[in-house]
């Protein structure tokens, strides 16, 4: 495994933490803004611990009638 790979699963697991010390995998996800939150905290990976607070705020289509 190249080191470039397994730096990537640690920043990935790190955000994977981080997304779960916030709370974000509680209960059901729902809609695309908290989704897209969990996302982008796994995304940041470390900078959670350095001050980054993603968050995503967005709407699905609604269906034609």
């Given at each position: 495994?190249?080191i470039?790979?397994?730096?990537?699963?640690?920043?990935?697991?790190i955000?994977?933490?981080?997304?779960?010390?916030?709370?974000?995998?509680?209960?059901?996800?729902?809609?695309?803004?908290?989704?897209?939150?969990?996302?982008?905290?796994?995304?940041?990976?470390?900078?959670?611990?350095?001050?980054?607070?993603?968050?995503?705020?967005?709407?699905?289509?609604?269906?034609?009638?």
């Open positions: 495994m190249h470039g790979s397994v730096l990537l699963v640690i920043w990935l697991a955000g994977g933490v981080a997304a779960g010390q916030r709370g974000d995998y509680s209960g059901p996800i729902g809609n695309c803004s908290r989704a897209g939150t969990i996302a982008v905290t796994i995304l940041a990976g470390p900078l959670n611990y350095m001050g980054a607070d993603p968050h995503v705020n967005c709407t699905t289509p609604q269906p034609s009638n």
